[in-house]
């Protein structure tokens, strides 16, 4: 078995798609991490900003997060409508150009792939700085821990979508079920005791009052508390991954990313009401999550307590593979649209998109060497990308309904209307209260991404227009070829060279580069060995040009006389031979000059369309044969020679 067999699998054919394609319930592990983990830290991000209004901040918890979860419904109604509209993936991008045109289309799509670059980086260092907490001794590792889990997140997705789906469900629904138990034996206490449960731990004393409601501090809260709404678009974005019926798979994992989200973001922070419980300031010695302190105020610090934060830690470290998932994907549908080079099209040995995830591991590990494994702060960004997303998602819907021209639509442009104008506004608030905490560095990297793909584009565009058959074909019957042989040193390459030369044309000609106090007399050689032999056989002796080089330069002599040849015939091609040496291995080849290569390589780069390139390869004989047929000679060799 190959090694790479067995690292990331055997290669699976394209008729195996559909078998590696997931369901409903792996869709929710697969597309549903980012979305799902923003139950740990969005109510915090939100509570986190009301610190300073003390006791009082709890009141403003809850209306919060209603009105963030009003906003996901309204935006999961929008998304189950683009799922069957275009089935074919890349949700905002696709729904944006085909209704807003190319350059909107665009600006989702550079919107996405810098939300899902900061999904990475700062979900796995969210979840490693909660396990440092935890466990102080593990400080000095922060950094090469994060590096481990996004090598350990990009393994298992080069190996198959379908395998990392299998691989994450039982963190998820563990996440899930213990989240939900806690707020379950919550909710089921606060009624018994009228809205007024007592904690087995009493959760830390409110902060000392610093300041009032004000309009400004209540949008800051709102906006991070925003953040929870991210990933919600991944399964549009994904739809061909699922199984068929494609549209039918994907709605219902959108519902049950969806429902269960609403449930544990309104189910913590009501608790987080009854319970009085406030945020901890993150960078303080007292810090403690706003999951930690929920979960032991209603169950104790038992076992059970340890298996929900070690849940708690394992979704957020894997709340990256959601951007695994949909990036390779949103890259390739760029791509097919020129934006992106065409090779993220390409599906790897185990049907994934590899380069996308390659590039996705590059700048997330980036990130994660830049902030040194502590990117925290980055966490309010997410925003920034996923609700320009959403805007431009749902107006792009509103269009295509408009479009449409059919009854029974106004209540899917209503609808999408509104969620046009609450996302639009979220962004625009988002962008605002966070512009001096780092949102100025998202409206710096999205112009600049967005610039560069359009050089792409531009780039193919040209390539394409030069390419172009502006009719039928127009063939006319071709002079024959200028065969070029660059020899150096008459031997058997070079003597294979030309065999290949009259080949191709009677028309060959012999460049010789003769650099200063040469031992040996290349025009006696040739006269000697290689003219007889051409007059035997019969051909057109070629043109011999030996170049004197004073400098010693070799391959610069060469490529001037070929393109000086190409000049002179404006209507014939030069082919040019390059004889070159191949090594039974690699290290080898640093034993012999380069200039076969470099030769080549300016040719390709700096030469015309008329000049064609030929490769005459000599492969020299295995030193394994060599050192066996010298064993065999040392063993029939006299006595003598061992003393």
């Excluded at 190959?2 to 078998?19: C, Y």
């Excluded at 005459?616 to 060599?626: A, C, L, M, S, T």
């Amino acid at each position: 078995m190959k090694l790479l067999d067995l690292i990331l699998g055997r290669p699976l054919a394209t008729s195996e798609d559909q078998q590696e394609r997931v369901g409903s319930i792996a869709g929710v592990s697969v597309f549903g991490l980012d979305a799902l983990s923003s139950a740990a830290y969005g109510p915090e991000a939100a509570l986190t900003v009301l610190i300073p209004l003390g006791a009082a901040g709890l009141g403003f918890g809850l209306p919060i997060t209603i009105a963030v979860s009003v906003i996901l419904a309204v935006v999961y109604f929008s998304y189950r409508q683009t799922i069957a509209a275009y089935p074919g993936g890349a949700g905002s991008y696709t729904v944006a150009k085909e209704n807003l045109g190319d350059r909107a289309g665009l600006l989702a799509a550079v919107a996405l792939m810098v939300d899902y670059t900061l999904n990475v980086a700062v979900g796995i260092s969210a979840g490693i700085g909660a396990l440092v907490s935890a466990v102080p001794g593990l400080q000095p590792f922060t950094l090469w821990l994060c590096l481990l889990v996004l090598a350990l997140l990009a393994f298992m997705n080069l190996r198959g979508l379908r395998e990392s789906g299998l691989a994450f469900m039982p963190p998820t629904y563990l996440f899930v079920g213990c989240l939900g138990i806690v707020i379950l034996l919550g909710v089921v206490q606060a009624v018994i005791t009228g809205g007024h449960p007592r904690a087995v731990i009493a959760p830390p004393p409110a902060p000392q009052v610093q300041a009032t409601i004000s309009l400004w501090l209540f949008l800051k809260a709102f906006a991070a508390g925003c953040t929870a709404m991210t990933g919600v678009e991944a399964v549009s974005n994904g739809v061909q991954a699922f199984r068929e019926p494609v549209v039918s798979s994907a709605r219902k994992t959108l519902t049950l990313i969806v429902v269960i989200l609403i449930l544990l973001l309104v189910g913590v922070a009501y608790l987080v009401q009854v319970y009085h419980i406030n945020a901890t300031d993150p960078g303080s010695s007292q810090y403690q999550s706003i999951l930690s302190i929920m979960t032991q105020v209603v169950v104790g610090r038992g076992i059970f307590y340890y298996i929900t934060m070690a849940a708690v830690l394992l979704v957020l470290c894997l709340s990256a593979n959601t951007s695994f998932a949909d990036f390779p994907r949103v890259c390739r549908t760029i791509a097919q649209d020129g934006y992106l080079p065409y090779s993220f099209t390409i599906r790897g040995r185990r049907l994934v998109f590899t380069e996308g995830v390659i590039l996705l591991t590059t700048l997330a590990a980036i990130l994660l060497l830049v902030f040194n494994g502590v990117t925290d702060r980055l966490i309010p960004l997410f925003a920034v990308g996923a609700f320009l997303a959403f805007t431009l998602s749902q107006a792009g819907m509103v269009m295509h309904w408009l479009k449409k021209k059919q009854p029974g639509v106004t209540g899917s442009i209503v609808l999408n209307t509104i969620g046009a104008l609450a996302t639009g506004i979220t962004f625009f608030i988002v962008i605002v209260t966070k512009f001096a905490e780092g949102a100025w560095l998202v409206l710096l990297v999205l112009p600049g991404l967005y610039l560069f793909m359009l050089l792409i584009h531009h780039h193919y565009t040209k390539i394409g227009e030069e390419l172009a058959l502006t009719g039928p074909i127009k063939l006319r019957r071709p002079r024959p070829m200028i065969a070029v042989i660059p020899i150096m040193t008459l031997n058997s390459l070079a003597e294979k060279a030309l065999q290949i030369a009259y080949s191709v044309s009677e028309d060959v000609s012999v460049v010789h580069i003769e650099r200063e106090n040469s031992q040996r007399d290349f025009c006696d050689e040739w006269e000697r060995q290689i003219q007889p032999a051409i007059s035997q056989a019969n051909l057109p002796m070629p043109h011999l040009e030996v170049i004197q080089s004073p400098f010693r330069r070799v391959v610069l002599p060469t490529l001037e006389y070929i393109w000086q040849l190409e000049k002179d015939n404006p209507d014939r091609t030069v082919a040019v031979l390059i004889p070159q040496l191949i090594e039974s291995h690699w290290y080898y080849s640093f034993l012999h000059n380069q200039r076969a290569a470099i030769i080549r390589t300016v040719l390709l780069m700096k030469g015309l369309n008329r000049i064609v390139i030929i490769n005459v390869p000599w492969h020299i004989q295995k030193r394994e044969r060599i050192r066996q047929a010298t064993k065999e000679l040392w063993e029939k060799s006299p006595a003598w020679l061992d003393n």
